[in-house]
């Protein structure tokens, strides 16, 4: 199985920066492959959103409202994915997910997601 662990959420004004990241550790010797990894967020009362999310072989695909603003990276050595958000807005305000998608066999795939982190941007 996977374990996602999300970190870098906090408060910060709107304008500026915050860079979230998350590692996904093989917690057994069932995990064939670790495929999109990816960010969400959920405000209350909200359904959860992409935000971004970005494939084993570098392809990206960013929600609309995070265009130009944020930019996703992975390094597949070491499992992680990282969200560099910029120009944040108070909008941009939730819980970030980290989700990751998995082979633990060649033809099972499976999702893990993170217990989430915080962003919260102040006018």
């Known amino acids: 199985q996977v374990q996602v662990v999300e970190s870098g959420g906090g408060l910060v004004q709107a304008g500026g920066s915050l860079r979230l990241s998350c590692v996904a550790s093989?917690?057994?010797?069932?995990?064939?492959?670790?495929?999109?990894m990816g960010w969400h967020r959920q405000t209350p009362g909200n359904q959860r959103e992409l935000v971004a999310e970005i494939s084993s072989s570098g392809h990206t695909n960013y929600a609309d409202s995070v265009k130009g603003r944020f930019t996703i990276s992975r390094d597949n050595t070491k499992n992680t994915v990282h969200l560099q958000m910029n120009s944040l807005k108070t909008e941009d305000t939730a819980v970030y997910y980290c989700r990751v998608h998995y082979n633990s066999t060649p033809i099972v795939s499976r999702v893990e997601w993170g217990r989430g982190t915080e962003v919260t941007v102040s006018s």
């Open positions: 093989k917690t057994g010797a069932s995990v064939y492959s670790i495929n999109t």
